[in-house]
């Protein structure tokens, strides 16, 4: 990761997969939206379900992040991109761990000088499906002698070390399924389509590849529906005691509508997973 060709270039879009184009609502990385504690910017939940993209984006800096996730380990690369025609000077960049995650971070130079992009590496460990995202602060002086302060969300959530659970036909998936149901195990909403679906095309992407699920053939007695199936690889436990989540999405084709329910014994990877589904393929 390190050494294949760097992050995106200053000012320039990220490359990504067809898929990203599915799942990226709209987005882009400009400006942190307004929040409580870490700011979310508008690639957040895209780059949850993407591994590399621009994060955040202004005038004088560009912050890229590029992923790699295997198992419960994971390497995220920071990039930061100096737009201007000065160095950005009394630069800072630290990162801030949850519990559940291990996060260690390289160093990084006090000055990025202009044209020229700063790589920062974390490496990440999943010891359990963590409630809320590491976060990043940043610190530094533009040569125009503005200060600019980050503290920003990193798209790293729980779903990015999930392993599919294959192998699962309709009799076992509906058993772990009822076994799950009602709160505070399950998330479920009803919302209109952004667009009226013409395959299960998107739907297959957006489970297998964005939350790297299972998703089954033939398990739902509906054509129109998907479910899908994984666990969190937790570093330090068996498979067999992975915290699993389950997904089923109902479509209503003619009316373009969705139920969206999600299971797990993890309330917050519930309304995680919800959310990341939410977002990307209903109306708000």
């Known amino acids: 990761l390190a050494g294949s060709g760097g992050g995106p270039a200053p000012g320039g879009a990220p490359k990504g997969i067809d898929v990203a184009a599915l799942m990226s609502g709209g987005g882009s990385g400009s400006g942190p939206a307004q929040a409580s504690g870490p700011d979310e910017t508008k690639a957040f939940v895209p780059l949850c379900l993407r591994n590399d993209g ?4 202004d005038e004088s800096l560009q912050l890229g992040v590029r992923g ?24 800072t960049a630290t990162v801030e761990g949850v519990p ?4 260690q971070s390289s160093t990084v130079p006090q000055a990025v000088q202009p044209h020229t992009q700063l790589q920062q590496m974390l490496q990440l460990e999943c010891r359990a499906a963590f409630a809320k995202p590491p976060s990043l602060r940043v610190s530094l002086m533009a040569s125009s002698g503005k200060q600019l302060r980050l503290h920003l969300a990193l798209p790293v959530v729980p779903t990015k070390f999930c392993a599919p659970a294959t192998g699962l036909e309709a009799p076992l998936f509906f058993s772990r399924w009822n076994a799950l149901g009602g709160a505070p195990n399950e998330a479920q909403k009803v919302a209109a389509l952004k667009q009226k679906p013409e ?21 739902d007695p509906s054509p129109t529906n998907l479910v899908a199936a994984g666990t969190v690889s937790v570093k330090g436990k068996a498979p067999a005691d992975w915290p699993p989540v389950l997904l089923r999405i109902e ?17 917050p990877l519930s309304s995680l997973v919800l959310r990341l589904v939410g977002e990307t393929v209903c109306v708000p």
């Open 251 to 267: 479509i209503n084709v003619p009316a373009a509508q969705a139920r969206v329910t999600v299971r797990s014994p993890e309330p």
């Open 199 to 219: 395959s299960m095309a998107l739907f297959n992407e957006l489970a297998a590849k964005g939350l790297k699920l299972a998703v089954p053939q033939g398990v």
């Open 100 to 103: 559940g995650l291990v996060v």
């Open 68 to 91: 790699d996730f295997q198992g419960a380990q994971g390497r995220l690369a920071l990039f930061y991109g100096n737009k201007g025609g000065g160095p950005l000077v009394n630069f």
């Open 54 to 57: 621009v994060l955040y984006e």
